[in-house]
């Protein structure tokens, strides 16, 4: 779920042509997911790679490096912490995502229909 790649979309419509050309050419694509910042797709690549085309929605997403940072820090921990315990890395993760998106909707970051949406891949 967590290990793929990303590549740069230049618009919403780029992203959707190339969901109907993988479509149209037998690819199973997940998508478009919009989440809020950034909107995507997922698929495979004939080597069985994950793959995510996406592109920016929310020009200031990128403009969070302090919090990005934290983020990561808190990532880290949470799988080192869960791999302590015995506990699945995912679960953990998820659990950490759920808990930061119930932040960010009780500080007005996100609204209440993003609070349970997901990476879905
Ligand atoms: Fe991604």
């Given at each position: ?9 230049s ?20 998508g ?30 990128t ?6 940072l ?6 880290v ?5 869960a791999a ?13 995502i759920?808990?930061?998106?119930a ?6 970051i ?11 891949n």
């Amino acid at each position: 779920m967590f290990n793929h790649v990303a590549l740069a979309a230049s618009s919403k419509a780029e992203v959707d042509e190339w969901a109907r050309r993988l479509r149209d050419n037998g690819v199973e694509v997940l998508g478009p997911v919009d989440h809020g910042i950034i909107y995507s797709i997922y698929f495979h690549d004939p080597n069985g790679i994950r793959l995510e085309l996406t592109t920016t929605v929310d020009d200031s997403w990128t403009k969070h490096g302090k919090q990005a940072l934290a983020d990561v820090a808190d990532w880290v921990a949470i799988k080192e912490r869960a791999a302590a315990q015995g506990r699945d890395p995912t679960v953990a993760l998820l659990e950490l995502i759920r808990a930061k998106k119930a932040e960010m909707k009780a500080r007005g970051i996100i609204g209440a229909d993003e609070l349970h949406g997901s990476h879905k891949n």
